[in-house]
């Protein structure tokens, strides 16, 4: 107890619902991710405005243990700098989007966050080691429910799944502090906007399937009906599905 106390005072441990990936073995191959992160958002400083991340978000993306959220077959390539398959024709997120998007989303303590498209739950958890409340909706059942259990088992006791679609959000829990969506969506869904606080963010892919989209951070004035949208970076994002 005393051990833990000490390493929390350091800022080893957070004192945040987090799991904290100590010694697991891939300490080493954390930081190659954490470098490669690094040079990325460097060589990106001219589109994205930003020459280097918060330090705690790269702290959150060294907490987590991202090998536990990649198949079993994928667990040596877990921390390459690179999306990774999970089946059901979904990906789990490169490294650089997850850290970049969750730097734009600036998702401090206590925020509360809607994520639409928990796949493996990756950057629902990397967010949470940040601190904040996160609510994750999936429309894939079999995901949702590893996700779910692949959280609990690990310990991130501050989110929660649902089975849903998320273009409707989750207006239970709204206005959100922030809004994450993790696929491609054809245009901004209105709900999403209208689930956000006066002054919070979204961040979200815009444009055709499987083509190249534009990364969008849409921020939302203090004045009824003012939202301001800045293009950030072109990328390519598995499709939002759904009935909308
Ligand atoms: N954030 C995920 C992670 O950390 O592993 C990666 C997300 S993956 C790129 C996109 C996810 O969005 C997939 O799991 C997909 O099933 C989900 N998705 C697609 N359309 C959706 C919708 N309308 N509502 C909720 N989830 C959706």
């Known amino acids: 107890m005393r051990r833990l106390l000490l390493l929390v005072a350091a ?7 987090g799991v904290r990936a100590a010694a697991d073995g891939y300490e080493d191959a954390r930081r190659g991710m954490l470098e490669a992160v690094r040079r990325l958002v460097a060589d990106t400083r001219v589109e994205t405005g930003r020459a280097a991340l918060a330090p705690e978000v790269m702290r959150a993306l ?3 243990p991202r ?11 877990a921390y390459e700098n690179r999306p990774l398959p999970i089946g059901h024709g979904q990906t789990i997120s490169q490294p650089y989007i997850v850290a970049l998007m969750t730097d734009l ?9 809607l994520e639409v498209g928990t796949g493996s739950g990756y950057q629902a958890a990397v967010l949470a080691e940040l601190g904040a409340r996160v609510y994750s909706v999936e429309i894939i059942p079999p995901l949702a429910e590893s996700a779910k259990r692949r959280l609990d088992r690990l310990g991130y006791r501050d989110v929660a799944v ?4 998320g273009y ?15 696929a491609a969506a ?3 869904p209105p709900p999403l906007v209208e689930q956000l606080a006066p002054g919070a963010r979204m961040v ?17 004035g203090h004045e009824e009906g003012e939202v301001f949208t800045r293009n950030i970076l072109p990328v390519r994002f598995v499709p939002l599905t759904g009935d909308h």
Not at 67 to 77: I, W, Y
Not at 168 to 182: K, L, M, Q
Request: hydrophobic residues 45%; negative net charge.
């Open 105 to 113: 989303l600036e998702a401090g303590p206590d925020r509360v966050v």
């Open 162 to 165: 649902r089975l849903g679609d």
């Open 186 to 188: 054809g245009h901004v």
């Open 204 to 220: 979200i892919p815009v444009g055709p399937r499987f083509a190249v989209q534009h990364l969008l951070l849409i921020e939302k």
């Open 168 to 182: 409707y959000g989750w207006p239970e829990h709204a206005p959100f502090d922030a809004i994450i969506v993790t």
């Open 11 to 17: 800022g080893i441990l957070s004192a945040t619902s």
């Open 62 to 64: 060294e907490a987590v």
């Open 67 to 77: 090998h536990e959220f990649v198949p079993s077959g994928l667990v040596a390539r």
